[in-house]
């Protein structure tokens, strides 16, 4: 079993930030770790002690699988949930230009379709990731009195929370997953096989997985928020590298993360907005519409998912 101090010289190596939640505040193991991590648009965090993350890993092994007849899995079967029935952004997406086939669900449909314990796992994720943006927000030049409607009140229930799964096929001739940045406020990944990158000035650089940690992404709206404070937040640009086919003793590729994006009510949230210091919130853009913009040129095959 890895150890906190096998982990610290794992992110060393690599050059990124390590963090831990330790009572509502970020502690990075490093000097001036938190400064770095705005600047990679990035950290991993460790996992919250007691977190089962079990049934997270079932589904992102099983959610593609057909239903069996005549036996009742509740991990398997879920092709059949469609955004017809869902709405826009939701339910099973099989991708032709990605190896990748995806099942994205809001909160407001988790105790409707999760298994019981898969909704225990969400609603963790969830609070742990909000935890970690409002511990976030602290360090960055942004009044208090401000934060509800600067992130769209993604900080209360009012917010839109997502747990997307991923399942790679590597008997699948195409990229693992496209170039883009995620579109809101931080996701927290769990991942545990390589493949992920991220573009450091122009390069593409591995995020192999450290057990026992997250990786913590920040996204477009902290990036537009914060570009004219003194302290910018960047928003990562990453991708999955094409996953090659192997013997069938190896599992495919999974991964799934907890996503928290601005509420996509208008009357609560009219959009994304940037941060002046000297006279407050500017309106730059409705977020519906940078979220469909952004999430169809991330999965075109001649488009990448950036602004």
């Known amino acids: 079993m890895s150890t906190a101090r096998e982990h610290v010289r794992t992110a060393s190596r690599q050059g990124w930030q390590l963090a831990e939640l330790q009572h509502d505040r970020l502690v990075f193991t490093a000097e001036g770790g938190l400064r770095n991590a705005l600047k990679d648009g990035f950290f991993y ?54 190896q990748t086939e995806q099942f994205f669900l809001e909160s407001a ?17 969830r609070d742990f990731a909000i935890s970690i943006q409002r511990a976030v927000l602290t360090h960055l030049d942004l009044p208090r009195e401000v934060w509800q409607e600067a992130t769209g009140h993604s900080l209360t229930p009012q917010g839109t929370h997502t747990l997307t799964f991923n399942h790679f096929r590597p008997e699948v001739a195409a990229r693992g997953l496209n170039i883009h940045k995620d579109s809101g406020w931080v996701t927290v990944l769990r991942s545990t096989e390589p493949g992920l990158e991220v573009d450091r000035d122009g ?105």
Request: proline share 7%; charged share 20%.
């Open 45 to 98: 965090v460790k996992q919250p002690a007691g977190l089962d993350l079990s049934a997270g890993d079932r589904f992102a092994r099983s959610f593609y699988l057909p239903a069996e007849k005549g036996r009742a899995d509740p991990y398997r079967g879920y092709q059949q949930w469609t955004p017809k029935q869902l709405g826009p952004h939701q339910g099973y997406f099989c991708r032709d230009a990605d």
């Open 203 to 307: 390069d593409w650089h591995p995020i192999d997985p450290i057990p026992g940690t997250f990786i913590v992404n920040f996204g477009c709206a902290m990036e537009i928020l914060t570009r004219s404070t003194t302290t910018p937040v960047a928003a990562v640009a990453h991708r999955v590298v094409r996953q090659a086919c192997h013997d069938e003793a190896k599992p495919d590729r999974f991964s799934y993360a907890l996503f928290v994006d601005s509420s996509l009510d208008n009357s609560i949230c009219p959009g994304l907005f940037t941060y002046e210091p000297a006279t407050g919130l500017r309106l730059e853009t409705s977020f519906e519409t940078f979220l469909d913009d952004i999430l169809d040129n991330t999965y075109q095959q001649d488009t990448t998912g950036l602004y």
């Open 109 to 125: 449909w988790w105790d409707r379709v999760y298994p019981a314990a898969l909704i225990r796992q969400a609603q963790a994720m």
